[in-house]
């Protein structure tokens, strides 16, 4: 059978999520495994969402708002932004595919770092554009470099603050001379999927800029607020931006169940609080035995860690594994040496120290 596949689709590789927990225990017959993989939040759902699950639970069986009116109502009044510069989607992974979908063709370039999230390559390929990577700096975003990479068949910057999987961050004075060098018919993509974590005191907060009219900031409440698995975020934008990307919205592209949790999670600041005092917490602890295990490591703005075990990183992954340990081996960047490790709760952060001294 010939299929018409496109030849620039065809050569993609697909992104690999980690491990399910259940899937490693069937696979190695473990009964308990820990996923520090993923950078999910540790501590379980709100107890508000539960909550909130439960008493609407009757009314799931109907389509959800096509426009997340609730939610936008109340993510307006969170950040001081009107409900008419949001857009929600499924993750936002879904608002990085809105920009990629809208804006990039076959012989528009895209620019990022060295190593910034996979999902950005990906992305620009399924489009037929070509991405081009700016050197890292430090393992961060140069952007003075990349500002020099600009051309006129530039559509699209992907720029991830704090940066996955680096966890390293760019200031506030670096970003906006960057901005004031990119002309305004180039999309600025500020990834803040953690920003909730940072606690640098020269951070640039996206929601300072997008009225510029060029720059989407995203966030997403998959980290800080413990709805990986329900699969929602949002982009904030200009008007105009919101309304192109409601023309490639698909109806219906946020469930119930999610703008349900959301809404909930955003009345429950004790749980965010507590989800990033552990992270806080949990850094610490972590640096301090790596440093004493004489590793290199990144120190991080967001939830995770990235380390320089010195062997092959998938080696240490699959040995990890068979402890009953999930980390993520960072070969798909090309840090073959390294991993990443995502905070866990003070008895699981125990149990990765003691199962990478063994490997180790």
């Not at 936008?72 to 409900?83: E, N, P, R, T």
């Not at 936002?92 to 999230?117: C, M, P, R, T």
């Not at 329900?230 to 469930?255: C, E, H, M, W």
Request: charged share 25%.
């Amino acid at each position: 059978m010939s299929l018409p596949f496109k030849k620039y689709i065809n050569s993609i590789r697909p992104y690999e999520p980690g491990k399910p927990i259940d899937e490693v225990k069937r696979e190695l017959g473990l009964k308990e495994v820990i996923k520090v993989a993923s950078n999910e939040n540790p501590i379980g759902i709100s107890p508000r969402v539960r909550k909130s699950i439960i008493e609407n639970m009757d009314t799931f069986f109907r389509y959800p708002d096509g426009g997340c009116w609730q939610l936008k109502q109340k993510l307006a009044s969170y950040h001081g932004v009107d409900k008419d510069e949001i857009v929600i989607g499924n993750g936002s992974n879904e608002i990085i595919e809105f920009i990629a979908k809208g804006f990039i063709e076959s012989g528009d370039n895209v620019l990022s770092s060295q190593y910034a999230f996979l999902v950005y390559p990906l992305l620009t390929k399924v489009c037929d554009g070509d991405y081009i990577e700016s050197p890292a700096k430090d393992f961060g975003f140069d952007l003075d470099t990349l500002s020099k990479q600009i051309t006129k068949n530039t559509k699209v910057i992907f720029l991830s603050n704090p940066n996955n999987p680096t966890g390293t961050y760019f200031n506030k004075a670096e970003f906006e001379k960057f901005i004031e060098r990119v002309q305004s018919n180039v999309i600025i993509c500020l990834d803040e999927a953690y920003f909730d974590f940072v606690t640098a005191k020269d951070f640039p907060n996206g929601l300072d800029y997008f009225k510029k009219g060029n720059i989407v900031v995203l966030r997403t409440f998959s980290k800080a607020f413990g709805l990986a698995g329900f699969r929602i975020g949002y982009g904030i934008a200009s008007r105009d931006l919101i309304t192109y990307f409601n023309k490639i919205r698909q109806p219906f592209n946020v469930n119930a169940l999610a703008q349900c949790a959301a809404c909930a999670v955003l009345d429950d600041s004790e749980y965010v609080d507590e989800s990033k005092r552990i992270v806080d917490e949990g850094k610490k602890y972590l640096y301090e035995e790596l440093s004493k295990m004489g590793l290199y490591f990144l120190k991080s703005e967001t939830n995770f860690i990235l380390i320089n075990v010195k062997k092959d990183s998938r080696d240490v992954f699959q040995s990890c594994l068979r402890r009953g340990v999930v980390i993520r081996d960072m070969k798909a960047y090309k840090l073959d040496t390294f991993i990443r490790i995502t905070v866990g709760l003070p008895h699981e952060n125990r149990k990765i120290i003691a199962v990478l001294k063994d490997v180790i």
